[in-house]
């Protein structure tokens, strides 16, 4: 991510600059802009019909007085400026001055210094590249952003503001790292030593291997795990910030690093996407990385369960039965409904063990909830009013929007087996529900939520916050909610 510094508002005299500004007459620096160059932006703005419109931007090249190019960020209207607007402006400057090279000023005189942080976020979401693969630059394509000032009224109050955003932001690339890897490269051994790092942070870090989880009797975890030759893992993560003694939040995450589809195996085309099946374990990882980034005043418990479900002479076959680590038996009729048996056995530990104020799984569950819902929106499944009512009002505010499914008593009995307690599969209707039903099946009435992420973690276009591919999506979700309504 790149290195944000804050000035004041003073223009710089030459180069490239991004300045935000709303619609109506000139003020500020834009006013002083303007007529250092001629009154360019005012006419370049009349001729491309630019109306400040929020995000919205317009690039005037050689507008004189020794500056190379002026971006014209639109702020839209003043009276509905908040944190996510100038978020979003922040995305839309940042992918303007990535066209210009290495360095960027945005101007941000006119938003309050708390905004002018947020300002920054943007700025690092929208900058965002993963290309660690790439030997050399491709002919014609700028480099990475790597240094941003961001020009406002009170750069003291605003880089003070910008720290605990700092954090978030470096846990939102984490996780957009973790998702954007290749599944040779981040199994589930490499994984987990990606989460140890975290120790660097005051996290606790604790590992299931294969023996201890053969222990506590995952079975159905490991069960989607023995077609693979990378032994799975489940990470436990604790970041004490709270009182001694209080009761955690609890984040759960599906983490399967490469998702052939087992015995039942998906069609080759688009099959290297499934590179992305850990999103949610991912997911909780930044979120971590994020509360301990910041000192969040809160205990948090983040469980990721880490496993290839891959196809060999020991894979799991179809009509298997597992039993889970709550006692409950499964009949696996699809090896490729896998995510929800590896979380059956993570969600269990974790309310058995922690005892948590509540649960929030996230997980690329189904393909379902894409047909549903699109890449808009997450799909949100709960137990409790009050956790779906905080998830869903700031994801209103983070732009990480969810819809909330329905989750009535009667797609359970969808899931009952001739000859076991379960089955991993309900059919093809209401496909993502029956998913829910099964996963509350092993929360023990803790208060909980199921956020289906298949359609928003990973995209194909760029979005007003991410760039296209790993999105990060949960992250500024659930740190916001924790701050909101947990913290302190």
């Known amino acids: 991510m790149p290195d944000i510094a804050f000035s004041d508002a003073s223009l710089p005299t030459s180069g490239t600059i991004a300045i935000l500004a709303a619609p109506g007459a000139p003020a500020g620096a834009f006013a002083a802009l303007d007529a250092a160059v001629g009154g360019a932006l005012t006419r370049a703005a009349k001729a491309a019909r630019f109306g400040f419109d929020a995000a919205k931007t317009c690039v005037v090249l050689a507008p004189g007085a020794g500056y190379d190019r002026v971006i014209m960020v639109g702020l839209g209207n003043v009276a509905a400026l908040d944190a996510t607007v100038a978020e979003r402006a922040g995305v839309a400057a940042a992918r303007a001055l990535s066209d210009a090279g290495a360095a960027g000023v945005v101007v941000a005189d006119t938003v309050a210094p708390d905004l002018a942080a947020h300002v920054a976020l943007g700025i690092v979401l929208g900058s965002y590249r993963f290309d660690s693969y790439r030997t050399q630059p491709r002919k014609g394509e700028a480099g990475p952003l790597v240094n941003v000032t961001v020009a406002c009224a009170d750069p003291a109050h605003a880089s003070t503001a910008w720290q605990p955003l700092a954090a978030v932001a470096r846990g939102v690339c984490l996780c957009r790292d973790l998702v954007s890897e290749p599944a040779n ?144 038996t499964v009949e696996v009729l699809n090896t490729d409904a896998e995510g929800r048996l590896v979380l059956a056995d993570v969600l269990w530990y974790t309310q058995d063990r922690f005892k948590p104020r509540f649960m929030v799984n996230l997980a690329t569950l189904t393909g379902a909830i894409v047909v549903s819902l699109g890449i808009e929106r997450a799909g949100l499944f709960s137990n409790s009013d009050e956790l779906a009512g905080h998830l869903s009002a700031t994801g209103e505010k983070t732009g990480e929007k969810l819809w909330r499914m329905p989750m009535d008593a009667a797609y359970l009995e969808l899931l009952r087996s001739d000859i076991a307690d379960l089955k991993n599969i309900g059919g093809r209707p209401g496909g993502s529900i029956t998913a829910a039903k099964f996963l509350e099946c092993f929360v023990n009435d803790v208060p909980w939520a199921h956020l289906d992420i298949a359609g928003t973690a990973f995209t194909s276009k760029a979005t007003s916050h991410a760039p296209k591919g790993a999105t990060g999506f949960g992250v500024r979700l659930l740190d916001r909610m924790v701050g909101t309504y947990y913290e302190g």
């Open 185 to 328: 490269m981040l199994r589930p051994p490499e994984f987990e030593q990606r989460i140890l790092a975290l120790r660097d942070l005051g996290i606790e870090v604790e590992v299931l291997d294969r023996d201890a989880m053969h222990r506590l009797g995952f079975g159905a975890l490991l069960g989607v795990a023995q077609g693979s030759d990378a032994p799975p893992r489940t990470v436990i993560m604790r970041w004490n910030g709270g009182a001694e003694g209080d009761a955690p939040v609890a984040f759960v995450g599906k983490g399967v690093t490469f998702d052939s589809g087992g015995i039942s195996i998906k069609p080759a085309a688009g099959m290297d996407e499934m590179k992305t099946d850990m999103a949610g374990a991912a997911a909780v990882v930044g979120t971590m990385a994020a509360l301990a980034g910041r000192k969040a005043k809160v205990n948090a418990i983040g469980v990721v369960g880490l496993v290839e479900n891959m196809l060999s002479g020991n894979a799991q076959r179809p009509g298997d039965i597992v039993r889970t680590a709550a006692g409950q």
